[in-house]
Each structure stands twice: as structure tokens, then as C-alpha cells.
């Protein structure tokens, strides 16, 4: 029966690990752990964490960081988009130059 006390969602029950939303932050925040732990800055973020706004939708929460910690992050951004452009200039003249022959 659909009016069955079983059947209906109750907000007072509800429970995060119910949200696809949750996983996502929590996955994301795994992932950006990780990449944290290999650029040895693990311990610069110490309040990050998955969350969850009012809505259900999944947050990362990065907390404060002191400058240089930020300095650090921005530096390690500039190198990894400058690598990957470098890439997508060899690939891309590769992939051109593979054309010409043919």
C-alpha cells in the first residue's frame, strides 16, 4: 500500500550515504587527497573534506590555507597546464604531420 509507513521517505531518516551527491564530493576528495599526497602538501590542507549543501548536492571543502601553501598550489597549476599544453603541441604536430605523409 503506498500510504504504508514502510513506503514513505521520512526527511528525518534521511541519510547522506542515500545521496549520489555524497559520493561524487567524496570521490573528488579522495582523488584531490591523492594528488595533494604526491605534491607532499597533505598536511597544507587540513580541513578538507566531502560535504553536502542544504540541497544535497556534493561540496569539496578545501578550508583555509596560508600563502605559501597557496603560492604552492598555484605554482604546481602553472606546471601541470604548461605540461599539458606542451603535449597537446607535440601530439597535435605528430597527428599533423602524420597526415602530410598519407
Do not use: C, I
Amino acid at each position: 500500500m503506498r500510504d504504508d509507513a514502510t513506503h514513505r521517505h521520512d526527511a528525518a531518516t534521511w541519510s547522506p550515504l542515500e545521496s549520489d551527491g555524497w559520493y561524487a564530493a567524496r570521490n573528488a576528495t579522495t582523488a584531490l587527497r591523492n594528488a595533494l599526497l604526491s605534491a607532499g602538501l597533505e598536511k597544507d590542507f587540513p580541513y578538507l573534506r566531502a560535504d553536502l549543501n542544504a540541497f544535497g548536492h556534493g561540496l569539496v571543502e578545501l578550508g583555509r590555507v596560508s600563502p605559501t601553501t597557496a603560492e604552492r598550489l598555484a605554482e604546481l597549476l602553472r606546471l601541470a597546464l604548461a605540461s599539458g599544453m606542451q603535449r597537446l603541441q607535440e601530439g597535435g604536430g605528430a597527428a599533423e604531420h602524420r597526415t602530410r605523409e598519407d
